[in-house]
């Protein structure tokens, strides 16, 4: 089988713009309505000449009642099919309750993650991206998934962390 990766954070940070970026095609439902994306959709991917399994996640409504509690949840679920963690963070957002409470699962989890600041769309948001420091995952790596911009370097880091 192969390796799994997951690619988990709150509703809207992008995570299924990444994942079209990732495989190169456009299946992933990218929305601006929050919360459209299906339960772990799964995908094919390689990157230089080692593929893995993407795991898209997503689905729950983010106007329902303990919104933190249940992206905990799957963020808890993706953790146990996961090999490796993609935690997407909106850097022009800045840590939220919810990316903290995403946070804190991974942390105990003692998988490898991989922290995608993204939205960082040119260099003056680079600043921005450091706040991201807080959450207690390591380097946040600095990426737009809507324009490519250091998507390779991310995924030369989730390869290292496989
Ligand atoms: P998901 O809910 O985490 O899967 O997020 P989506 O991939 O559906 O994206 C939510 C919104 O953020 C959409 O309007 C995307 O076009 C936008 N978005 C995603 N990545 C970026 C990025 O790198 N830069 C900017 N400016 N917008 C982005
Ligand atoms: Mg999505």
Do not use: C
């Not at 690619?7 to 459209?36: F, M, Q």
């Not at 957002?93 to 993204?118: H, I």
């Amino acid at each position: 089988p192969l390796p799994v990766v997951a690619v988990v954070g709150r509703p809207n940070v992008g995570k299924s713009t990444l994942v079209n970026r990732i495989i190169g095609r456009r299946e992933a439902v990218v929305e601006d309505v929050p919360g459209v994306t299906r339960d772990r959709v799964t995908y094919e991917a390689s990157w230089r000449g080692r593929s893995f399994t993407l795991v898209d996640t997503g689905g729950w409504d983010p106007q329902a009642t303990g919104m933190a509690l249940r992206i905990a949840e799957q963020a808890q679920i993706a953790v146990e099919l996961a090999d490796v963690i993609l935690f997407v963070v909106d850097a022009t957002v800045g840590v939220t309750d919810a990316d903290e409470a995403v946070a804190q699962v991974l942390r105990r989890s003692g998988k490898p993650v991989v922290l995608a600041a993204n939205k960082v769309d040119d260099q003056r948001m680079e600043l921005e991206a450091s706040a991201l420091w807080s959450l207690g995952i390591g380097e946040p790596m600095p990426v737009s998934a809507l324009h490519g911009r250091s998507s390779g370097d991310l995924l030369d880091a989730v390869l290292d962390a496989l």
